[in-house]
């Protein structure tokens, strides 16, 4: 069953900033879902390679070569063909939808032989709502018209010159079709999917197409060129930001976790969740990277996303959720797609996420920070903004000493965990610095208590004088990669005594030859059945860990061994496997975003001795903060019930 499907890491990503799809390096566009990232699939055969639909075009040869790579500075795709008799490429992109949600949506892919002879063949074999709804085909002079209940696409040919590829076409299986392509070198043409069409398949010149590809590919360098970073692994970190980009909805500035659902973290196995949705921790730690960049207006753009999430909590008087759905709405209902086998095999498929009403305290410290950071960069908090902020701090003074479903949430149920801890004296150091900045209103006296009362207990209770470590949750013995946040934000100077034995700890349990586990799972069984690769985010965050505590070979030559485990693109899912597989969905937004803060600070230190807005021994600032090393992504979601958690990210 492996045999038909292609490896996790064997996709590169084409996206219009409101949807995307992955194109596996045979051809075959495999996972696309419209109108949003968050919408029904049309393509999945990667969860299902018998009903899920697919795009493909590849030889009409056995044995072939092929190669990805991305058109440079762009998200244009090209996927090149090598054969005795012939090179030939697939150029894919999508022209870019704009600020303003729409319903169509068009894929291009233009197909053309740049040595000798090739033949392609093409199927398009859509399937609508994750495989569960039917449709009529039918064939026009110009392409053809896929049909359903609520939903519609076209398919349009451009002509090769010369040659009439359409009159080959022909019905394909489940309401599918297949065409045939011969070309020789210098000639070329393309198919164009559109989504929510007006009417049947267009009449499209190939100057249209041409004009599309080239405005693609002028945005995205135009794009581009903000960025302000110039330092060693400058290609690496310009395609770590474009993936960024390409999984931001542009009509409301969110960014999600992954373009995918359901890719598993080990093969076979039950970890599937679906990562379509946007994080609260997640995309507030994209703020760092983003203005660290020189990329204000996507900072500003969720900045505001997120303040329209913290004024409904405030008008409601509630917590803000872990996660929400890319336009604000909060009903993420799970459910288990039980007619699809998973990715070869990786049952159950799940789509929409149960965890969005879990409470993770953490949550507050990544927001408030974030919030703190861009005022340090000139995007400031309106007054309307901040009185609903102040009514969040006030209910986090509240809330913040009580056990919470954690980073990761296991099916160990609440604990004390340490990092929600110190990450709740963030936002409050962080509210409270903002206060006495803008003279703003605020009640600093109960803050500051909350803060320092956090601290004392962090430093009493989350410290296991056995271990000589912080630990994972109070009064436990587990060590967690999600420690080695807590210097990053100045809780702890990376000097300090306690501070080192609680690395050389993580050096002994957490680090495999520079590839680091989010915890020991020996020791802290998660519940659910298999095990996990290491985490790509977490080793990221070692490295600039490593780099802050004076250990800068180590911390170089760990950088650059993650950095041999990407794709063949430069991409990242979530976990690494034993043998340098990539696990779980994919792309992987926090792997890209680690990526970003672990370059940037590891190329200040190299080239200054001192990592922009590292801590200083009295826990202040010594200079502007500027982008740190992210915090790994959580796993996290409760059962359906809500009463028995268990970790889906």
Known sequence: MSGAYPAIEDHGIVGDLQTAALVASDGTVDWFCSP???????????????????????????????RQLYLPGTAVLITRFMTPEGVGEVIDFMPIAGDTATDRHLLVRVVRVVRGQMRFVVECVPAFDYARGDHRTETTDDGVAFRGDGFAANLSFVRIPGREAEAEMRSHGR????????????ESGALIFETSPSGPPERWSRDAVLAMLEDTRDFWRGWLRQSRYRGRWRDMVERAAMTLKLMTYAPTGALIAAATAGLPEQVGGERNWDYRFTWVRDASFSVYALLGLGFDHEADAYLRWLGQRIQEGSERSSPLQIMYRIDGASDLSEETLGHLEGY????????????????????????????????????????????????????????????????WETRGGHQDFVYGRFMSWVALDRAIRIARTRARPADLARWTSARDEIYQQVMDRGWNAKMSAF????????????????????????????????????????????????????????????????????????????ARSGRLDEARLTFEKMLTYSNHIGLYSEEIGPTGEQLGNFPQAFSHLALITAAVNLDHQLDHGTVPGAADHTGGFNGPAVPRVLPARSPASADRAGTVPRRDR
């Open 471 to 546: 630990v994972q949750y109070y009064d436990g013995d587990v060590l967690d990669a999600s420690i080695l946040y807590m210097p990053l934000v100045g809780f702890i100077a990376p000097g300090d005594p306690m501070w080192q034995s609680t690395l050389r700890a993580m050096d002994e349990v957490l680090v495999s030859d520079s590839l680091v586990y989010r915890y020991d799972p020996m020791a802290s069984p998660d519940g659910l059945r298999g095990s996990e690769g290491t985490f790509s985010m977490c080793t990221f965050w070692y490295v600039d860990a490593l």
């Open 175 to 186: 309401g599918g079709v297949r065409a045939v392509i011969s070309g020789a070198a210098g």
């Open 344 to 407: 070869r095999g990786s049952r159950p498929v799940r789509v929409g996420n149960g965890a969005a009403t879990q409470l993770q305290l953490d949550i507050y410290g990544e927001a408030l920070d974030s919030i703190y950071l861009a005022d340090l960069h000139g995007i400031p908090i309106g007054h309307n903004g901040w009185r609903h902020l102040r009514d969040t701090v006030d209910w986090l003074c509240k809330h913040w000493d009580q056990r919470d479903a954690g980073l």
């Open 36 to 66: 949003r990232f968050d919408s029904p699939s049309v393509f999945a055969s990667l969860l299902d390679h018998g009903k899920g639909g697919y795009f493909r075009i590849t030889p009409d040869v056995k044995d072939y070569v092929t």
